[in-house]
C-alpha cells in the first residue's frame, strides 16, 4: 500500500498556487510586524486598481487548483466573494492601500482550498453549488471588467 501513488484528493495544493499567493499577497514581510506585502499592494499604492485586477485574475488560477483538489462549489463561490471584495476596496485610493495590506484574498482562497479539498457531495449538493458558483464567478467577472473599464 506505501507504494501506492497518491490520489488526487491525498496530493497537497500544487507549489505553484503556494508560490503565486506568497508573490501576490505576502512575499515580503513589514520589519517588526507580521504584515506581508505582494504585488497586489506595491502595484496598488502606484497603479491604484491595477494591483487589484492583477490579482482578481490571477486568482481565477486557484479556482483550477481548487476544482482539481475536488473543492465544492460553495466554497468556489466564497473564494469568488473574497477575490471581490479585495476588487472592489482595493480600488479605492489610499483606503484601497491600507486594506490591501490586511485582506489577502489569495491567502484566504488557499486556506480554504486546504481546508475542503476533497469534501465529499450529495449530486443535488453539486448541482444547487454549480449555479451559486456560476453566479459568483459572474459577478467577479463583472466587477474585473467595471474595474478595467473605469482604468482604461
Given at each position: ?135 459568483a464567478l459572474f459577478g467577479l467577472l463583472v ?5 478595467l473599464v473605469v482604468l482604461f
Amino acid at each position: 500500500m506505501a507504494d501506492r501513488p497518491p490520489t488526487s484528493m491525498q496530493r497537497k495544493t500544487p507549489h505553484w498556487a503556494e508560490a503565486l499567493v506568497r508573490l501576490l499577497d505576502d512575499g515580503i514581510r513589514i520589519p517588526g510586524t507580521k504584515i506581508g506585502l505582494g504585488l497586489d499592494a506595491i502595484i496598488g499604492f502606484f497603479l491604484p486598481g491595477v494591483g487589484d485586477t492583477l490579482t482578481a485574475v490571477s486568482g481565477l488560477s486557484l479556482f483550477y487548483a481548487a476544482y482539481k483538489q475536488g473543492v465544492p462549489a460553495r466554497v468556489l463561490a466564497r473564494m469568488a466573494l473574497n477575490m471581490a471584495i479585495d476588487l472592489g476596496i482595493g480600488i479605492v485610493p489610499v483606503v484601497g492601500d491600507g486594506f490591501d495590506l490586511l485582506w489577502k484574498s489569495n491567502r484566504k482562497n488557499l486556506d480554504l482550498i486546504e481546508r475542503h479539498r476533497g469534501a465529499p457531495e450529495t449530486p443535488e449538493q453539486r448541482r444547487r453549488d454549480m449555479w451559486i458558483l456560476g453566479l459568483a464567478l459572474f459577478g467577479l467577472l463583472v466587477a474585473i471588467a467595471g474595474v478595467l473599464v473605469v482604468l482604461f
